[in-house]
């Protein structure tokens, strides 16, 4: 059973930066892709940015391309969040995630693990 373990969250001013890091348990290889999603109060979840444990596909919602990038350090089994330019309305609690999945970004009910989640606040 993979663990996922996020950390990096907190308060920060708009304009600001932020990186989470999502740490696995183990490097499994039955893991194909890791994925942060966000769940904003009174909204539903949803995809944030998406990796793959091997080879260079990323994916970026529209909503945060060119302000967050994803990363893997894959000798530390971590995924990395790079938030810049921070908006209020980026404020939400932020989940790792990863599937088994062959896709790089399956729909929300095929992600196998989850982690605890971390709260992102931007204030203006």
């Known amino acids: 059973q993979v663990q996922l373990v996020e950390s990096g969250g907190g308060l920060v001013q708009a304009g600001g930066s932020l990186r989470l890091s999502c740490a696995a348990s183990?490097?499994?290889?039955?893991?194909?892709?890791m994925a942060w999603f966000r769940q904003a109060p009174g909204k539903e979840r949803e995809l944030v940015a998406a990796?793959?444990?091997?080879?260079?596909?990323?994916y970026c919602a529209d909503s945060v391309k060119g302000r967050f990038t994803i990363s893997r350090d894959n000798a530390k089994n971590t995924v990395y969040l790079h938030m810049n330019s921070l908006k209020p309305e980026d404020t939400a609690v932020y989940y790792c995630?990863?599937?088994?999945?062959?896709?790089?970004?399956?729909?929300?009910?095929?992600?196998?693990?989850w982690g605890q989640g971390t709260q992102v606040t931007v204030s203006s």
């Open positions: 995630a990863a599937s088994r999945r062959l896709f790089l970004t399956p729909p929300l009910s095929e992600y196998d693990y």
């Open positions: 183990e490097r499994s290889f039955v893991i194909n892709s």
């Open positions: 990796i793959r444990w091997s080879g260079t596909n990323t």
